[in-house]
């Protein structure tokens, strides 16, 4: 029986590099064009039965209305200053999770992530809302926040679990103007696949 010596495929291997390079080329990019908008979580105003326009409440009303500036589609993340903080709030997350799912709050699964300074990353396609005129990325961090009625729209609830906490929290934000709809979770996973969030599944 003849016996054949397989070489390793050397096109493959360099297939493989270079969509590698293109890959961190993309992650690279999403870095530099980042908006960062900055605000504390003792900042978040009372919820009040759902009247409290977290639209127009101070510490929040500019950083919406840069936001809402942003009808293109979108990918986005919540950061803290370190993962030490980062692993704080996440603890705190997952120590409230059974109370939020008692109150018909739905939030990010777990993950097995760790060693990171960021919470959560998330896409939004483009559009303006016909109904109020907000855009579909300030409708989502709305959510995140925790100000939208219906607790079934998955999101960080974030009001719900830390409000008062003195926490910074940085929503960096890169909006994909010409980015077809296809490729957004492309782009999410590239980007969770370096930021490795310690919450939601990418």
């Given amino acids: 029986m003849k016996v054949y010596n397989i070489k390793p495929n050397t096109m493959t291997n360099e297939i493989t590099e270079e969509i590698d390079q293109k890959l961190e080329n993309i992650y690279t990019y999403i870095l530099t064009k980042k908006n960062t908008y900055k605000f504390n979580l003792s900042h978040l105003p009372e919820i009040n039965d759902y009247t409290t326009n977290i639209l127009e409440a101070i510490h929040f009303d500019e ?76 409708g989502r961090i709305v959510q995140h926040l925790g100000y939208y009625e219906r607790g079934s729209t998955q999101g960080l609830q974030l009001v719900h679990w830390c409000k008062g906490l003195d926490f910074d929290i940085n929503l960096n934000v890169v909006e994909l103007e010409n980015l077809p709809n296809d490729y957004l979770n492309v782009v999410e996973k590239i980007l969770s696949y370096h930021l490795k969030p310690l919450c939601g599944r990418h």
């Avoid at 370190?82 to 008692?102: F, G, H, I, P, V």
């Avoid at 960021?118 to 303006?128: E, K, N, P, S």
């Fill in 63 to 138: 950083i919406f209305k840069e936001l809402n500036k942003k009808t293109h589609n979108c990918i986005y993340w919540f950061e803290l200053k370190d993962e030490q903080k980062c692993l704080e709030l996440n603890t705190l997350l997952d120590n409230n999770r059974e109370k939020l799912s008692n109150q018909y709050r739905v939030i990010p699964p777990k993950n097995k992530n760790q060693d990171s300074n960021v919470l959560y990353v998330g896409i939004r396609r483009g559009g303006v809302r016909k109904r109020d005129q907000l855009s579909n990325l300030s």
